[in-house]
């Protein structure tokens, strides 16, 4: 099925540090959601994105939507223990007449105090 | 209110048992989505259903069985599963499936143990 290459796998940081993570396809998304998950949890979304080129914020988190809607990048700054987790892209891809989320893989975050 | 709710939140069941999860949303979505979560992987679609009819089924087994009794409501009716479905079942719920608002919000899942 459709795939969304997310990177890097897993990072490593200090608290304070800023971190970015992206995605990218060879399809084309009408919308890019990020969310996070912890352990035993549904995710939580993070920010939602529905124009190519649309750059937003929430907090301390930024996300873009690629110009060519192939592609998001998440960034988190000053980074905080509880943004320990996993985040994940998704992708909204319309085939056959339906729409339906496509996920990366995700990205498992570690925050040091 | 802007939450979607499951139970339960474990499940422990044996392969000739038959069970069901339950999700509920109150925020008047008309979308919703059961998902199946392996340790480590990204959610995997099941099933949609777009104004309480299944507008997605991705090739589940027949072992599993949605059901939308109304707008707020979706089950998931289990019967003879496999080991091998043990995971996450989340469900989630979107304004609308296409077109419009289609953020989906998760529910916090529910975790199954076949047996």
């Known amino acids: 099925g459709q795939q969304l290459n997310q990177s890097p796998q897993s990072m490593f940081i200090q608290e304070g540090e800023d971190v970015s993570m992206n995605c990218t396809s060879s399809s084309i998304f009408n919308t890019w959601l990020w969310y996070k998950q912890d352990p035993g949890e549904g995710p939580v979304l993070l920010i939602a994105l529905y124009k190519a080129g649309e750059l937003t914020s929430n907090g301390r988190l930024t996300a873009q939507f690629g110009i060519t809607r192939k592609d998001s990048f998440l960034n988190i700054s000053a980074s905080i223990p509880s943004d320990v987790g996993i985040y994940f892209c998704a992708g909204l891809l319309s085939q056959g007449g339906s729409e339906k989320l496509v996920f990366g893989k995700g990205m498992k975050l570690t925050v040091n105090p | 209110d802007t939450e979607v709710t499951q139970t339960p939140k474990h499940l422990v069941m044996g392969m000739t048992n038959k069970k069901s999860l339950k999700c509920e949303q109150h925020m008047g979505h008309r979308a919703m989505y059961w998902y199946k979560q392996k340790a480590k992987k990204p959610p995997e679609l099941m099933f949609v259903y777009s104004y309480e009819k299944l507008s997605i089924n991705e090739s589940v087994p027949s072992r599993f069985s949605p059901e939308c009794p109304n707008s707020s409501l979706l089950n998931l009716h289990l019967h003879a599963l496999q080991p091998e479905d043990s995971a996450l079942y989340l469900c989630?719920?979107?304004?609308?499936?296409?077109?419009?608002?289609?953020?989906?919000?998760f529910g916090p899942g529910t975790r199954l143990t076949v047996l």
């Open positions: 989630a719920s979107s304004q609308a499936q296409k077109g419009g608002r289609v953020e989906q919000f």
